[in-house]
């Protein structure tokens, strides 16, 4: 039960992540010349129960390759995503998932399938929409995000703080 907890943590955080980052004509808030973003995010969802999960995150890469790692506050590594255009692996713990690409292993973590490609689009500062989510991205130049997912239920809550280089 408690590898499905850390999975099912990871798995709400890697959907959030990557579906929740739009920014309309704004400086990306990291590095996107080299395809490296890290912070802090948290998640809420409106569950029954109601969950919430919070965690450091490092992304590096594009929608083709990559990898997302969260860690705890003390440092432990809750998930690691990678992905290539062959093949993705989700690791929670010592349990390793292997998926046929980066869209069936979001589509298998989190039930939904997220537009990898939107992702790293917003990242880049380019507009590209997402339904069900309303991103407020109104101190993206202060380094902070918000999304909130309308559709489908349960919504969602993620808020982003990216440190800065």
């Not at 998640?43 to 990559?66: E, T």
């Not at 997302?68 to 995503?81: D, F, M, R, V």
Request: hydrophobic share 45%.
């Amino acid at each position: 039960m408690h590898r499905r907890a850390a999975l099912a943590a990871s798995a709400a955080a890697l959907l959030t992540l990557l579906a929740g980052c739009a920014q309309v004509g704004s400086t990306a808030p990291a590095d996107a010349a080299t395809g490296h973003w890290s912070g802090r995010m948290s998640l809420r969802v409106d569950s029954a129960p109601p969950q919430s999960f919070s965690a450091f995150f490092d992304l590096r890469g594009n929608p083709r390759a990559g990898e997302l790692q969260l860690t705890s506050p003390i440092g432990s590594t809750l998930g690691l995503a990678r992905w290539t255009p062959r093949e993705a692996t989700l690791q929670t713990g010592s349990d390793i998932r292997q998926f046929d690409s980066a869209e069936a292993m979001i589509e298998a973590a989190t039930g939904a399938a997220i537009p990898l490609d939107a992702l790293f689009a917003w990242l880049d500062g380019r507009q590209q929409a997402v339904p069900g989510w309303r991103p407020d991205l109104s101190q993206v130049q202060a380094g902070r995000l918000q999304a909130v997912r309308e559709s489908p239920t349960p919504t969602a809550d993620l808020r982003i703080v990216f440190e800065r280089p």
